[in-house]
């Protein structure tokens, strides 16, 4: 696509529950970022894959977090047993390696 | 590790006045450094950047001089307008860090008529 798309733009979901944010990255893009934003702090680096290669998980703060790109395209956060503190923003990026990240416009999450 | 320190927001200017938004850096070696741009409701776009030392990235009117001695890549603009409302984050790009990012905390920039 013309650029990278992320769906629900809005999630509301009860604490407890399970949450998967999907990221569509431009077509052509090998490598795939998670960041999460939270009020009035900055990105928080979660997860980066790159190609076929082992994904960089070293910024998932939980083992209630985890990710995966299939077919090296589309790629999907999921949150289990969601906490009040999962409430942000949670943003997808994609570039080539080396070159600029182009951004989608992220999944607000809201946990209550 | 890398680590990216902005100056605290918000901002709130005039039209026309002069913008310094600073921001300075810790890593190792010769990082790249990025200012990035998040317009209300839409994603972060690049705004500039700068891959080595005395390097000025420039864009939009905007420009920012990478400085190796004070580890600092302070966004400057000449004279602002309201459609520069919006969050400016600094971000790095380590030597040995791949393609990830490492983003300051961003710094809400308004600018009334």
């Known amino acids: 696509g013309a650029g990278v798309s992320q769906s629900p733009s809005n999630k509301v979901t009860e604490k407890g529950k399970d949450v998967e944010l999907r990221c569509d990255p431009i077509?052509?893009?090998?490598?795939l970022y998670w960041y999460r934003q939270s009020l009035g702090q900055g990105l928080e680096f979660l997860i980066y894959?790159?190609?076929?290669?082992?994904?960089?998980k070293s910024g998932l703060p939980s083992d209630r977090f985890s990710a995966e790109r299939t077919g090296g395209s589309v790629s999907t956060l999921t949150i289990q047993r969601t906490q009040q503190e999962d409430s942000a923003v949670y943003l997808c990026?994609?570039?080539?390696?080396?070159?600029?990240?182009?951004f989608g416009s992220g999944t607000r999450l809201t946990v209550v | 590790g890398n680590s990216v320190t902005q100056m605290e927001g918000p901002v709130t200017l005039s039209e026309e006045a002069f913008l310094t938004i600073n921001c300075t850096y810790t890593?190792?070696?010769?990082?790249?450094l990025f200012w990035y741009v998040q317009y209300p409701g839409e994603g972060l776009q690049l705004l500039l950047k700068?891959?080595?030392?005395?390097d000025k990235g420039s864009n939009k009117g905007f420009e920012a001089t990478y400085r190796k001695e004070t580890t600092s890549f302070h966004l400057e603009k000449g004279s602002v307008q309201v459609s520069d409302s919006a969050v400016y984050f600094c971000?790095?790009?380590?030597?040995?860090?791949?393609?990830?990012?490492?983003f300051g905390e961003g710094t809400q920039l308004t600018v009334n008529p």
């Open positions: 971000a790095l790009r380590g030597e040995t860090s791949g393609s990830r990012l490492t």
């Open positions: 890593a190792t070696g010769y990082p790249s």
């Open positions: 077509s052509g893009h090998t490598a």
């Open positions: 990026a994609s570039s080539l390696v080396g070159f600029g990240y182009t």
């Open positions: 700068a891959t080595k030392a005395d």
């Open positions: 894959f790159q190609g076929n290669s082992a994904p960089d």
